[in-house]
């Protein structure tokens, strides 16, 4: 215990008070790897629609989400985005191991990221075993995420979709009064649905009580009976 409150009393300020810490891939590290990884990472702020990564790009950079989301996107053959994915605090961006990226990340509202390099993450992954585990069950904690949202568009309704999401974003905002990171539009593309029918599930989730709805935020009432909504 006093190893470990020595090796933490040599992090800096910012890595110390880091919000996503707790939710991050660093929570993982040993204190060594945590005294290296603040050495290593850089602090950058991105601005509403700003891409730290380009589809069929090389992954340059391995990033850390410390606020905001960013949506993880392709494009079709016909010029169209789809939204693959979100990814927030705690999240990790970029393919390390990998060459290019096969999705865009682009910050949907100002998003803070702490990044490095990524042949310098795959030497410091390499350096440090308990890394390359803690990446290894992220990935599998996003294979079982995907694997829930191929469920979600297979055979959920619309309200059970439209409740999945909500539970989604609340879970990732730190605040109880949640910004919704997508327009209605992007919601619907996410979920497969029209923008209508997204506002109509909105306003039916409102008018049960589970939710109270503004334009850009919304507040869960009934958390069990959301959850249940969405299973």
Not at 55 to 81: H, M, P, W, Y
Not at 87 to 108: I, K
Not at 128 to 147: I, N
């Amino acid at each position: 215990m006093m190893q470990l409150a020595a090796a933490q009393s040599t992090l800096s300020s910012r890595c110390m008070g880091c919000a996503a810490r707790s939710r991050s891939l660093c929570s993982n590290f040993s204190p060594e790897a945590a005294r290296e990884f603040d050495r290593l990472a850089r602090p950058i702020t991105l601005a509403r629609g700003e891409t730290l990564v380009w589809e069929d790009d090389d992954t340059l950079l391995v990033g850390f989400v410390v606020s905001g989301v960013l949506k993880l996107t392709a494009s079709l053959a016909d010029g169209r985005e789809q939204i693959l994915g979100l990814a927030g605090m705690g999240d990790v961006v970029g393919r390390p191991f990998g060459t290019r990226s096969s999705y865009s990340v682009t910050a949907l509202g100002q998003t803070r990221l702490c990044v490095l390099g990524r042949p310098a993450f795959e030497q410091f992954a390499a350096t440090h075993p308990e890394v390359e585990h803690a990446l290894l069950l992220r990935a599998l904690d996003e294979l079982d995420r995907a694997r829930r949202w191929m469920l979600l568009l297979g055979r959920k309704s619309a309200g059970e979709r439209v409740a999945s999401l909500l539970v989604e974003f609340a879970e990732r905002s730190p605040e109880d009064n949640v910004a919704f990171p997508l327009t209605r539009q992007q919601m619907g593309d996410l979920l497969g649905l029209s923008l209508e029918t997204v506002s109509r599930e909105l306003s039916k989730l409102k008018a049960r009580g589970l939710i109270t709805l503004s334009v850009k935020h919304f507040r869960v009432e009934d958390e069990a009976c959301l959850r249940q909504r969405a299973a």
